[in-house]
């Protein structure tokens, strides 16, 4: 692979029971750790929002920072255009380690 | 593959927020869902657990569902004994279609 | 109150995120726990679904068995018409105890 | 009360299945909702961890926005002592409206 590590996608998975969806990011996190992977370099966000960057929710923030805080989520917009925090910005003061007595 | 048909594995992954973990059950689907499948005939879950054969939560019931009521759980011993019922049998009237008006 | 023990209302709760919602069912039992209760009589769930009997999700079913198998679901439609199961027919061989081994 | 505006308190509630679960944050949360409240002014969280402040996981921040950005949440130790941050603070840039485009 060009990029020298390997890459995983997700989707999105609704369920007619709404909260037994998964979103895309959890989806392809559990694929990585499936397979074996514990360590990220960083994730890709993609959707068909014109008007924002898309951005991860709360629970994919947490599982994110499951596996560190010190790596890369792009968010982006149809157009190629993107944004990109580590996680630890998206989620600061995590529940978890790394909480505000450090951080402050 | 000798059988045929695509395989897919999956893990408990858990999470220091309990919540956000998922099962290993919910883990294959879910990698095969993003794969493009859509239809499944069989999943089979193992467990360390000595006396009784291993069976999958409610939520992971659901999510099987979604995808058919007629397909096959293998529920496992480390001895590798089992038993197999369909996802209907596990989730009886399940929320969505297929409701107590039909299989009563 | 008249049926001689306390009741606990739900409703479905939505969230932008879908996967971050939760179901009436789980909703109303929530409530009772974090108001001390551990033992519950029956949950009757309703809806607007004309053509059959409102069922609980699988998740649902597996938060009720938490609190035992051997209590009662009554399921309903608008006309005030009714099935009733208990947990245990709902969630045969559940996950956690009182597994395939013992109901076979 | 002497607040002069309702209270809902929540707890843990942990499932034999973990996924299953719910933290307390949004316990006392969808109690408020299902008694009819939508709007919060602040949500305090306890616990005995000592050495720092509990701060609430990524999907109870994402269930706090559904109900707005700006309201208070207490981070508590055991001894008194406090942080307070907004949704949006510890959410920073959430799936859903208010997104990167409207913050940066």
Redesign the interface.
């Known amino acids: 692979m060009p990029l020298g590590f390997p890459l995983f996608?997700?989707?999105n998975?609704?369920?007619?029971?709404?909260?037994?969806?998964?979103?895309a990011e959890?989806?392809?996190i559990?694929?990585a750790?499936?397979e074996g992977h514990r360590e990220f370099r960083a994730i890709a966000i993609s959707s068909d929002l014109q008007?924002?960057?898309?951005?991860?929710?709360?629970?994919?923030?947490?599982?994110m920072?499951?596996f560190g805080t010190n790596w890369a989520v792009y968010?982006t917009k149809p157009d190629g255009t993107y944004?990109v925090?580590t996680v630890l910005?998206?989620?600061?003061?995590?529940?978890?380690s790394i909480?505000?007595?450090?951080i402050?």
Chains 1, 2, 3, 4 share one sequence.
Do not use: H
């Open positions: 996608s997700g989707c998975i609704e369920n007619i029971c709404y909260p037994l969806g998964v979103c959890r989806t392809a559990q694929k750790i499936s008007d924002d960057f898309i951005s991860p929710c709360g629970a994919c923030r947490q599982v920072r499951e968010m944004v925090r910005e998206l989620l600061p003061a995590p529940f978890g909480g505000w007595q450090k402050q």
